[in-house]
């Protein structure tokens, strides 16, 4: 399929008239209509007719920046003008924005075609995708099991060829532990690399907005689109933005590669360690030194994050009183009225002190647990999820369990270090297993480069499930 | 260890305009008890001395020029509420006998 090929190699078809904008947005929706009934990866799909009409364009047009004519979708977290945005809920589902998220602006400006919004948990509330008021997201690679989340929708339709990218967005995990689900990349940026303006708020701390593709490659080419600083988010950086796409061909070797040993501890399916162990092997075999680490408050990073995300939520989601926009609060799902109670409570007078206070201090040792390891490591290596992913349902009667799936994703979001999440084997029941390299922050050039080196050496990341053939 | 009664978990609700269905209070003060009491491990950590980190960003006081920019127009800010003459009508929060 076309839409198997890189970011890269698909610029370079445009450019040269082999393909065109067209044949790709049309291949999209070919996919789309085979597999999106199967799946559920949008809530939103634009009208065909629409998106072949940029397409068109796009073709006639002679500025050709990387992104130009390449379908893309956006996790429903994203307000996009004059097209319905849900967040995953009910609570929006009378709601068309009257104005784009910066990332949106940035996007179509570059000439990438958007094709819908994509599925996810109610307001990025989930791990698995099945919080969405819009039904449960199914990973292609076994449609009995889940996608992952809360950008499910996002890594769904990025791997079942509806797109080629998508941006999803990363609270504690969100874009991490759908992509290693279905088998694809997804980065969670530093913490105000991208802007979030026009992203519907989670928790605002800890909210990162990011490209989810097949290749690191291609998600060093969104990067340098999207990231940058922006006068509608104060929290975005003024850094000034690398051209990471130059930046991948970095040799491995003396790279140091951190191993933090809490990774290992008791909940990690034997299966996922054993993948894992053979990645940071082939790693080594390409000139990285591994060495053990440790971030000793790793196994509060859950407690520590779910009271800091659940009190921001409890905040964030006031808002959303059916009176400028949206359904009244009557239509709350379950986990989001279930977040806001608790976050509520935690910030409780006397209450306070005692959980969210204590959490945010658990934060500080966390960032000098992480500053302490820069000394000695270049980058952080671990796996994303601590087991396979799950049958659908499998969860639902033990919420405690559901949140435990953040226990690697979520201290690395506390920090606001950057993650990129990027396929590392499969199961012997053929489900996809991911790792994830962490990198200090504003370092994403060294995680991308350090990626990128091992999908050149591997090839789990052009596998494709039995569901495509 | 604390645990969260149904009419807690009611009360709190209450103050965030929220309501829990009566058949799934038992359900909610239940989960949110577990929840609650798993994430209570945070008050043995050993942070006596340590101070709170709320932010994450570098950057602070980010200033504009005072200045009138572009704007949503009337139409677009109403395109999702109800409008009577400019206005959104929102519920009556007083009661009047």
Redo the contacts between chains.
């Keep these: 399929m076309l839409l198997d090929n890189t970011i890269t190699e698909l610029g370079t078809l445009l450019r040269s008239k082999k393909i065109s904008s067209r044949e790709l947005v049309e291949e999209a929706y070919d996919s789309i209509e085979k597999h999106n009934g199967a799946l559920s990866a949008f809530i939103t799909v634009r009208e065909k007719k629409d998106a072949l009409c940029d397409a068109d364009a796009s073709d006639a047009s002679s500025s050709r920046g990387p992104l130009a004519g390449i379908p893309f979708c956006l996790k429903d977290a994203y307000v996009t003008k004059d097209l319905k945005t849900t967040a995953g809920s009910k609570v929006l589902d009378?709601?068309?924005p009257?104005?784009s998220a910066t990332v949106v602006q940035k996007l179509l400006a570059s000439g990438a075609i958007l094709i819908g919004k994509n599925n996810m948990d109610a307001w990025g509330h989930g791990a698995t995708n099945e919080n969405s008021d819009y039904g449960p997201v199914k990973n292609l690679w076994d449609t009995t099991r889940v996608a992952g989340g809360s950008s499910g929708g996002s890594a769904a339709a990025v791997s079942a060829r509806m797109a080629a990218f998508s941006i999803g967005e990363d609270t504690g995990g969100s874009i991490r532990n759908p992509a290693s689900m279905c088998n694809i990349a997804g980065l969670k940026v530093t913490?105000?690399r991208v802007s979030r303006y026009g992203a519907i708020a989670y928790a605002s701390?800890?909210d990162t907005v990011g490209p989810m593709a097949k290749s690191v490659s291609d998600i060093a080419e969104i990067l340098e689109v999207i990231a940058g600083v922006d006068?509608k988010d104060?929290?975005?950086?003024?850094r000034e933005v690398p051209h990471y796409s130059t930046l991948l061909e970095k040799p491995l070797s003396g790279m140091r590669v951190g191993i933090p040993k809490e990774f290992f501890a008791e909940g990690l399916t034997p299966e996922v360690r054993d993948i894992f162990v053979k990645a940071t092997r082939m790693l080594e075999s390409l000139g990285a030194q591994t060495l053990e680490v440790s971030l000793p408050?790793l196994p509060?990073g859950?407690?520590?994050y779910?009271?800091i995300a659940m009190s921001e939520t409890?905040s964030n989601l006031?808002r959303y009183?059916g009176?400028?926009?949206?359904n009244n609060?009557?239509f709350?799902g379950?986990e989001g009225?279930?977040r806001?109670?608790?976050g509520?409570?935690?910030l409780?007078a006397g209450y306070h002190d005692?959980?969210y206070?204590?959490?945010?201090?658990?934060?500080?040792?966390l960032?000098r647990e992480f500053d302490a390891l820069w000394e000695t490591c270049d980058v952080l290596l671990g796996p994303t999820i601590p087991t396979l992913p799950n049958k659908l349902g499998d969860l639902s009667e033990n919420?405690?369990s559901a949140?435990l799936a953040d226990a690697f994703t979520a201290p690395v979001s506390l920090?606001?270090s950057p993650s990129l999440a990027i396929p590392a084997g499969f199961s012997k029941s053929g489900l996809p297993v991911g790792m994830q390299i962490i990198g200090r922050k504003f370092d994403e050039a060294t995680i991308l480069a350090v990626g990128h080196a091992y999908q050149k050496a591997t090839d789990w990341h052009k596998k494709k499930p039995a569901l495509l053939s | 260890m604390s645990t969260?009664t149904e009419e807690?978990?009611q009360e709190?609700?209450r103050?965030?305009?929220?309501?829990?269905a009566p058949e799934?209070l038992e359900r909610?003060a239940k989960?949110?008890t577990?929840?609650?009491a798993?994430?209570?491990?945070?008050?043995r950590?050993p942070?006596e001395s340590?101070?709170?980190?709320?932010?994450?960003?570098?950057?602070h006081n980010?200033w504009?020029e005072d200045t009138v920019t572009d704007s949503?127009t009337q139409t677009?800010?109403f395109?999702?509420?109800t409008n009577a003459d400019g206005y959104?009508?929102?519920?009556a929060v007083l009661k009047h006998k």
């Design positions: 009378t709601f068309v009257p104005y913490y105000g701390s800890l006068p104060a929290t975005s950086s003024r408050s509060f859950v407690s520590i779910y009271l409890s006031n009183d009176v400028r926009f949206g609060p009557s709350f379950e009225m279930r806001i109670i608790i509520t409570y935690a409780k005692d959980l206070g204590r959490a945010l201090k658990g934060r500080t040792m960032i919420t405690m949140y920090v606001g | 969260i807690e978990v709190v609700a103050l965030v305009g929220l309501t829990v799934k909610f989960g949110i577990a929840i609650i798993y994430m209570e491990e945070v008050k950590l942070v340590v101070p709170e980190t709320a932010r994450l960003t570098e950057e980010v504009r949503l677009e800010v395109q999702n509420g959104f009508v929102v519920p």
